[in-house]
């Protein structure tokens, strides 16, 4: 069985660009979530998503942070304008539902010159 | 309060030896407990899940869970160069948005010596 995929797998950009990064989850897996993950700290929650439907992006900057998961499958991840704190790896899980184990994309490196 | 604390480490201890990690959370509400390892420039990887009080064993690991004190640990029996890396500890925590969000620990660093 196939794991989470990610890509771009490195991704580097000037400060206010735009950068946007796509999940594809395990097949049958419903929860999909992005995370954010600083050197040294541990992941954190950036949106999560049951099916199609966003039901936690509170941790999600809305002013420059999007996301979507259309037809509850795939899922895209941007950023614009993107600024040097963004600088970070970005990873992908998905789950079986509820509070079920999460398994992780191989994740994105970002790096915002 | 941190909502999830770990010892950062590192933690080192000789090859062939019990690997104790620990890990405290403050939601004393929350159900579903995860440990994950992470290499140096890898992505986490689910070991154990735990969702009642005692202990579950999976191969050379053990997980315990002690809901009243709020504490889960991970045991490494035999531990070996190949687990040096940093483990993780994730509680999902009741939350108002949809029940329940995902709060990793920052990671306690393991050190297996040869």
């Known amino acids: 069985e196939a794991g989470v995929v990610q890509s771009p797998r490195y991704k580097i950009i000037e400060k206010k660009q735009p950068v946007a990064f796509w999940c594809n989850p395990i097949s049958g897996h419903n929860t999909l979530y992005w995370y954010l993950q600083n050197l040294g700290q541990g992941p954190e929650l950036l949106i999560r998503y049951e099916n199609e439907e966003a039901v936690d992006d509170s941790q999600l900057p809305k002013d420059r942070f999007s996301a979507e998961r259309l037809k509850g499958v795939d899922s895209t991840l941007k950023i614009q304008p993107a600024e040097l704190g963004d600088s970070a790896v970005y990873l992908c899980?998905?789950?079986?539902?509820?509070?079920?184990?999460?398994?992780f994309g191989p994740g994105t490196r970002l790096t915002v010159t | 309060q941190k909502e999830v604390e770990q010892n950062s480490g590192p933690l080192s201890v000789p090859e062939g030896a019990i690997a104790s990690l620990n890990c405290t959370y403050s939601?004393?509400?929350?159900?579903?407990f995860f440990w994950y390892r992470q290499y140096s420039g890898k992505s986490p990887e689910l070991i154990m899940s735990i969702y009642s009080n005692g202990d579950k064993e999976d191969g050379r690991f053990t997980a315990q869970l002690n809901k009243a004190s709020q504490y889960v640990s991970l045991l490494i029996r035999d531990s070996q160069p190949s687990d040096s890396a940093t483990y993780l500890c994730a509680v999902n925590s009741r939350a108002w948005v949809r029940g329940f969000k995902t709060i990793f620990g920052a990671g306690t660093r393991l050190f297996v010596k040869a």
């Open positions: 899980a998905s789950s079986l539902g509820g509070e079920n184990e999460q398994y």
């Open positions: 939601d004393r509400g929350s159900q579903s």
